[in-house]
């Protein structure tokens, strides 16, 4: 019997992130056109590195333009040992982070998930019901001891594929059983909803910065001809238009390669994965965000679209004043003229 863990660190960095593009294994029972159908991953390197004594094999990969995945995989001789694999954890992180930080990420920007399996073994998963207990501390990284019921609504969510493999989800990890080892495509699909998780909290990160830009806007007092506002204002709502295609353009992409998954093995366990990520929330929350700042965009284009009106009709009301002095000044030039 085998037992390793893989885990999961996917950051934004803001070196561009360039590779060969990785070969993905044939996956169960999934549609002929799953391979074009989910995001390129690019392989960068791979290295070796000590965790706690152990050695263990971190791949560098990552999804263009700016999402970098640090992929560790090491050997535990007993995944069970709650304490043990606990720290294995604290330290592959520390590594991790490292190296994030060295190719321009942010810790704060980041995305970890552990993903624990066991293969290699005869008989039915239920074997190791047992440690039902461990196993859902480690889905939650939680070092103290659950409640029962706790651990139980933890072991509820899992799904199967054939009568001797298993797959138990949580938000912070996953367990996967499988005898014959069958487990790459599955790390790849946990990869996926995580990548969807973080571009979400970019998205969101970046949408609150505009929003705030917009109210700044909003709150300012209009200023009667002031083009540096006007052009302040105009720019404001070039920025809005700009991150509002480039959200919804990112939102049809994701929400696009998702379905294209399938309704088979791989697009139940997205299903339910998505759903411990709350993805849905993040999708509605975002979603809210854009309707406020397209309601903020109209707002602004009206009070622009006020200011330009009325900017123009004083400029009319000058010039006519203007052309009234001008003509007052050549009547009194002409009275002179005629009366010398």
């Known amino acids: 019997m085998k037992q390793q863990l893989t885990l999961l660190v996917l950051g934004e960095v803001s070196r561009a992130v360039r590779g060969e593009i990785f070969q993905r294994q044939p996956l169960k029972s999934a549609p002929h056109y799953f391979e ?14 000590f965790a706690d004594g152990a050695e263990a094999i971190m791949q560098l990969k990552g999804y263009p333009p700016d999402i970098l995945v640090l992929q560790t995989t090491i050997e535990v001789p007993d995944i069970f040992d709650q304490k043990k694999v606990s720290e294995l ?12 930080k060295e190719r321009g990420g942010r810790k704060e920007a980041s995305e970890t998930y552990s993903i624990f399996c066991v293969t290699g ?61 069958d487990i790459e495509a599955s790390i790849e699909l946990l990869t996926l909803a995580n990548l969807q998780l973080l571009r979400y909290r970019i998205l969101d990160r970046h949408l609150d910065d505009r929003l705030e830009q917009m ?41 696009r390669d998702i379905k294209l998954i399938g309704d088979w093995y791989f697009a ?15 999708r509605n929350s975002i979603r809210e965000k854009l309707d406020s700042i397209e309601g903020i965009y109209n707002m602004v284009a009206e009070n622009l679209t006020i200011s330009t009106k009325d900017r123009a009709e004083w400029i009319q009301i000058i010039a006519f004043f203007i052309l009234q002095i001008g003509w007052l000044v050549l009547i009194v030039l002409e009275f002179f003229y005629f009366t010398k």
């Open 36 to 49: 074009i159908s989910v995001p390129n991953q690019v392989v960068i390197s791979e290295e070796k590195i």
């Open 89 to 100: 954890e604290d330290h592959i992180l520390e590594e991790s982070y490292k190296i994030l």
């Open 121 to 181: 073994y005869s008989g039915d998963p239920d074997q190791f019901a047992g440690h039902a207990d461990v196993i859902a501390a480690l889905l939650k990284s939680e070092k103290a001891r659950l409640d029962p019921e706790e651990v139980a609504y933890t072991m509820s969510a899992q799904i199967k594929y054939g009568n001797n493999d298993a797959a138990v989800l949580d938000w912070d990890g996953a367990f996967l059983f499988d005898p014959e080892g």
């Open 215 to 255: 109210k700044h806007l909003v709150k300012t007092p209009p200023k009667r001809f002031s083009l540096r506002r006007d052009k302040e204002v105009e720019n404001g709502l070039r920025g809005i238009i700009k991150s509002r295609m480039e959200s919804i353009q990112q939102f049809q992409a994701i929400e």
């Open 268 to 282: 139940r366990l997205y299903d339910m994965t998505s759903k411990k990520l709350k993805l849905n929330e993040w």
